[in-house]
Nanobody
Framework: QVQLVESGGGSVQAGGSLRLSCAAS??????MGWFRQAPGKEREGVAV????????YYADSVKGRFTISQDNAKNTVYLQMNSLKPEDTAMYYC????????????????????WGQGTQVTVSS
């Protein structure tokens, strides 16, 4: 069982920045994803990367503003969020699944096995 612990959420004004962190108990050969879920909406993929392999996917709504990165020494994945907008307000979740190859990573909720508890991001206008 992989444990994922998110941190770094909070409240910020539009145009501001936040960095989310996700510490994983197991990290090697894994697809790592950030997802978000706003009230009344389905959970959606934000960004996906492969441990040791860099980013794979960004949602169109966050391209150019969000960056997924990794610190392999700390088993931690980050989501740097810049130029935040009110529509970015949501609970953000870290997710992972073990895969042998980067090409096996998906971008849907169903593609991931392990989930963190979530961290709230609120952007005010």
């Amino acid at each position: 069982q992989v444990q994922l612990v998110e941190s770094g959420g909070g409240s910020v004004q539009a145009g501001g920045s936040l960095r989310l962190s996700c510490a994983a108990s197991e990290y090697s050969r894994s697809c790592m994803g950030w997802f978000r879920q706003a009230p009344g909406k389905e959970r959606e993929g934000v960004a996906v990367s492969y441990t040791g392999g860099g980013s794979i996917y960004y949602a169109d709504s966050v391209k150019g503003r969000f960056t997924i990165s990794q610190d392999n020494a700390k088993n931690t994945v980050y989501l740097q969020m810049n130029s935040l907008k009110p529509e970015d307000t949501a609970m953000y979740y870290c997710a992972s699944v073990r895969k042998l190859f980067r090409t096996q990573c998906g971008t849907d909720v169903s593609d991931f096995r392990y989930w963190g508890q979530g961290t709230q991001v609120t952007v005010s206008s």
